[in-house]
């Protein structure tokens, strides 16, 4: 069946539909990663947005269970350049169309995925209409045109857990484990450590494997409502306080900066992606909209105070305006692509934040030793 994706600037293209059927609005983007599509799907940070992967093979691996980052996909409509209708591995356990139809989320494949990367770089993100029905060039691209974006929109509120909760009280979901040498049917499990630290995780839109790389480094998470008051969390009285990954524009978070003010001196923070973004604009810097975002797991990032450098894997439209953070604020790591800051700390405060995924689902892993670093702020204080 046909399928059309009509960027709001005119761009036409043209391919074959899989997964759902239907029409989606949402700001087009692409990912750079070779792998770990189930895991960009259900990523809570794509809400409102239309993902288009770079990597011309999609699918072939199927999905399963257990690589969700949430309980559901988050993404608009799915644009690749070639399905993989036969998913080739033991931990398969559905196809990717037929995963994507039981969600309701449109894909296209036979897209020039290389065309449209190339036409957002140039031009910057957009809105897109993906539609499979029976719409014309003319009105697909007036759906995209009317459409909502992401700037000025709290897409957080739709994704943050409605309740607070204790993560993974019993230790049954945390564990690192590998599969035995020579047998895909014999996983080995590691065992995770004791607990050392009790942490408040705010839920702006968290990928599970934040919190199984949390509980792997010794902490006890309770996640909380984006909305909870600093005042709430204190009553908790935690060991620290983790920010989290989440959609949408930082500066339509109001709620988010103003407790974080409340927590700034009283806790020791950490913060990564939208968490990163909350912290700037709660020390009273400013963000901006990116021209087409960071996306993918081949980010070089630069730590300053090390001059090593890191290749990262990220997701995020938005980034904070060095020129607008106050002198308490130390930027620590810039993006070598671009220049724009991917990590900064507070020069008196026990606070720091990363622009970038130390979880890394999908990988590179070169972050991680981040949650080891928080642990070590902790203990310091």
Not at 216 to 234: C, H, K, M, R
Not at 256 to 278: D, S, T, Y
């Amino acid at each position: 069946m046909r399928a059309l994706l009509a960027l709001e600037d005119g761009r036409i293209f043209e391919g074959e539909s899989f997964g759902a059927q239907g029409t989606r609005v949402g700001e087009i983007c692409f990912n750079t990663s070779m792998t770990g599509y189930q895991e960009v799907l259900t990523d809570p940070s794509y809400r409102g947005q239309i993902v288009a992967m770079t990597y011309p093979l999609i699918g072939n691996y199927g999905t399963n269970a257990l690589d969700q980052e949430s309980r559901e996909p988050h993404v608009r409509g799915f644009v690749i350049e070639e399905l993989s209708e036969i998913p080739s591995s033991w931990r398969s356990e559905a196809s990717l169309e037929d995963y994507l139809r039981k969600w309701d989320i449109p894909g296209v494949q036979g897209i020039d995925t290389r065309a449209l990367t190339r036409h957002l770089r140039e031009l910057g993100a957009m809105k897109a209409c993906l539609t499979t029905e029976s719409l014309s060039e003319k009105e697909a691209v007036a759906r995209a045109v009317d459409g909502q974006g992401v700037i000025g929109m709290d897409y957080v509120r739709e994704v943050s857990t409605p309740a607070s909760y204790q993560w993974d009280a019993n230790d049954q979901l945390s564990a690192a484990w590998s599969v035995a040498s020579g047998n895909d049917d014999e996983v080995i499990r590691q065992d995770l450590p004791p607990v050392r630290h009790r942490v408040v995780a705010y839920d702006y839109g968290i990928k599970e494997n934040i919190l199984r790389r949390l509980r792997q480094n010794g902490f006890s998470v309770t996640v909380v409502p984006a909305a909870t008051t600093a005042e709430a969390v204190l009553a908790l009285n935690p060991d620290g306080v983790f920010l989290s990954n989440g959609p949408g524009d930082p500066a339509a978070l109001p709620y988010a900066h103003e407790a974080l003010r409340g927590l700034l001196g009283k806790k020791p923070i950490f913060g990564i992606c939208l968490g990163h973004q909350v912290l700037g604009l709660a020390v009273g810097g400013k963000t901006f909209k990116l021209k087409f975002g960071h996306r993918g797991g081949n980010q070089p990032v630069k730590d300053l105070r090390t001059g090593k450098v890191a290749i990262t894997s990220q997701n995020h439209g938005f980034a904070v305006d060095a020129g607008s953070l106050p002198k308490e604020m130390e930027v620590t790591h810039v993006n070598l692509n671009d220049g724009t800051v991917e990590g900064m700390r507070h020069r008196e405060l026990p606070v720091f934040s990363v622009q970038y995924h130390p979880e890394a689902a999908p990988g590179p892993h070169d972050a991680s030793y981040f949650f080891s670093q928080f642990a070590e702020l902790i203990e310091r204080q």
